[in-house]
């Protein structure tokens, strides 16, 4: 499995931006069809986006056009770049990996179907 590390979290406040990193073990990074999650306080961990080997991409609706994902194939990353944060995005954010082919978004968006994980970077948006 390939190795992830999350990076790029921290405390803002509403309005700002933040870009998220995720970072590979692997230089066969560009075959693995990837995802930002994140996990709030009590509730469930859920897909913020999901991008495909040659980076289609797929986004919750929650997004509203704020955030925007991306990934560099030849530096094994991908990227979150979020935008006019609010306190709602409040949570750790996670990158994941699997190696299935690109899905419908039920499929992208169901953390069982990602077989790695990131160990979480902490975005904190205060009002």
């Known amino acids: 499995q390939v190795q992830l590390a999350e990076s790029g979290g921290g405390l803002v406040q509403a309005g700002d931006s933040l870009r998220l990193s995720c970072a590979a073990s692997?230089?066969?990074?560009?075959?693995?069809?990837m995802g930002w999650f994140r996990q709030a306080p009590g509730k469930q961990r859920e897909l913020v986006a999901a991008?495909?080997?040659?980076?289609?991409?797929v986004y919750a609706d929650f997004v509203n056009g704020r955030f925007a994902i991306s990934r560099d194939n030849a530096k094994n990353t991908m990227y979150l770049q979020m935008n006019s944060l609010t306190p709602e995005d409040t949570g750790v954010y996670y990158c994941a990996a699997t190696a299935a082919s690109w899905a419908s978004y039920n499929v992208l968006a169901d953390p069982r179907n990602y077989n790695s994980w990131g160990q979480g970077t902490q975005v904190t948006v205060s009002s």
């Open positions: 692997e230089r066969t990074f560009g075959n693995y069809r």
């Open positions: 991008i495909s080997h040659f980076s289609v991409t």
